[in-house]
């Protein structure tokens, strides 16, 4: 008997389960678990996916649906990880909960360096793992390293053709390939999903405003946030939209919307604020926004590459100096955005939907920056990276690396080329971290 258990914390993530298993992603099964998480930092206050508008059009893929959060409580999915001399109790423990016996187990997870997907993949030692990727995350890097014994495991990234032409970095150092779920059975799965909102306004053709809550990541504080959705607000009343839907992120408190409908006032525009939790994709399909804004959300790219929409970015440019470590893993989404996506203000390049670059100087882009944020695991791009900036670095490719880091690298576009040689001479490194361990006891 075998059992594969696909571990899901978002709804759009189970629809992108649900196309892949239409499209025969997936060997047949005897049974097939929907094992949800959830992830919201107070999971006792927040719906789950399987609460959410929707999810029973999607239910019937599935034998049966489990919780972790119940399987694990009181810990928290994202905060606990089985101690290594507690994994033979836990993997016992979880077979008896979800009735597995001594079935063969295969996984799905979504991002397998973080728990829970970690600590599943922990748990179950031996059995296969599919990695599932439903946004931009999966064109960047691995974001810390994973144990060979979990990484040699993986046998695929699965992931939607976002960006056609682009592939995943992600888990490239054990050599995982990329697999595509195809486009046409996504939006049909979405499509499915289109009157999960029945109470939806009725309105045609709006501009649509995404909002992501970057405030609780700590890149933007709440009043910068609040800024960003009226520079949106701003940009689409320049560009002559009389009528706007905001979709705020559903974690997002409620007075982020406050100085949004003041500027509207203002401005004399008809704004309606959704409070349906309810996918971006549905208002693709139920409003045909004439324009989607937005700052570095994952629904952008849905909304150019799989429904044909117009689409223009705002604040990506403050978020590339803004996130840190340089590691961060939003960079790569970020920087895709930036990269590819019209800036709101550009009326031209809004107008025609100018791209900023081909997909494949994006491509080199992109490596870069990924080795740029992890090269320790991926040293084998050191070599592509260092040709790359050293044929095309200027004041637009700048803006997506950091002096310091491309410093620390040895990487062009760090320091003067006549002091290259500086980051790697060992004698130079020495006596500066003796200057530097003597102004700290000076200053004691």
Not at 51 to 63: A, K, S
Not at 194 to 219: K, R
Not at 411 to 421: I, N, S
Request: proline letters at 7%; charged letters at 25%; glycine letters at 6%.
């Amino acid at each position: 008997m075998t059992t594969q258990i696909f571990q899901a914390s978002t709804l759009y993530g189970t629809a992108t389960l649900a196309a892949a298993l239409d499209s025969g992603c997936f060997r047949p099964a005897d049974r097939r678990i929907l094992l949800v998480c959830n992830n919201a930092a107070t999971p006792e206050t927040s719906p789950a996916l399987d609460e959410m508008p929707g999810f029973e059009r999607l239910r019937d893929r599935f034998d049966d649906v489990v919780s972790y959060n119940a399987a694990i409580f009181p810990f928290h999915p994202g905060g606990w990880a089985p101690r290594g001399d507690d994994l033979p109790l836990w993997e016992r423990y979880l077979r008896h909960e979800w009735r597995l016996g001594t079935d063969d187990v295969e996984l799905a997870v979504e991002s397998i360096q973080v728990s829970p997907s970690l600590a599943l993949a922990q748990i179950f030692t031996g059995a296969p793992v599919t990695v599932y990727a439903d946004g931009l995350m999966s064109y960047g890097p691995t974001r810390n390293k994973i144990d060979p014994l979990v990484g040699t495991r993986v046998d695929r990234v699965l992931h939607l053709d976002l960006v056609p032409g682009l592939e995943p970095l992600l888990l490239t150092e054990f050599g995982v390939p990329g697999e595509i779920v195809p486009s046409p059975a996504f939006t049909k799965v979405l499509a499915t999903l289109a009157s999960s909102g029945e109470e939806l306004p009725e309105i045609e053709e709006p501009a649509l405003l995404l909002g992501q809550y970057l405030s609780a990541l700590d890149i933007l504080t709440a009043e910068e946030e609040e800024d960003l959705h009226v520079r949106m607000l701003r940009g689409v009343a320049g560009l002559g939209h009389t009528r706007v839907v905001f979709k705020p992120h559903p974690s997002a408190p409620a007075r982020f919307t406050r100085s949004l409908e003041t500027e509207a006032e203002r401005l004399e525009v008809e704004l309606t604020v959704l409070d349906t939790p309810v996918l971006a994709e549905v208002l693709y399909q139920r409003m045909r926004p004439a324009l989607v804004v937005g700052c570095f959300s994952t629904a952008l790219l849905t909304a150019s590459a799989l429904y044909g929409l117009p689409v223009a970015r705002v604040g990506t440019e403050l978020l590339l100096e803004r996130l840190t470590p340089y590691e961060n893993s939003n960079r790569v989404p970020v920087t895709v955005v930036d990269a590819l996506l019209p800036e709101l203000t550009d009326r031209t390049a809004v107008a025609g939907q100018r791209r900023g670059m081909d997909v494949e100087t994006l491509g080199a882009l992109v490596r870069a920056v990924g080795f740029a944020m992890q090269p320790k695991i991926l040293p084998g791009l050191r070599a592509e990276t260092e040709s790359w900036l050293g044929r095309n670095l200027n004041e637009r490719i700048l803006r997506y690396f950091k002096r310091k880091r491309l410093t620390a690298l040895a990487l062009p576009g760090g320091v003067p080329a006549q002091l290259a040689f500086i980051p790697r001479n060992a004698t130079v490194r020495r006596v500066a971290r003796k200057a530097r361990s003597l102004r700290r006891s000076v200053r004691r």
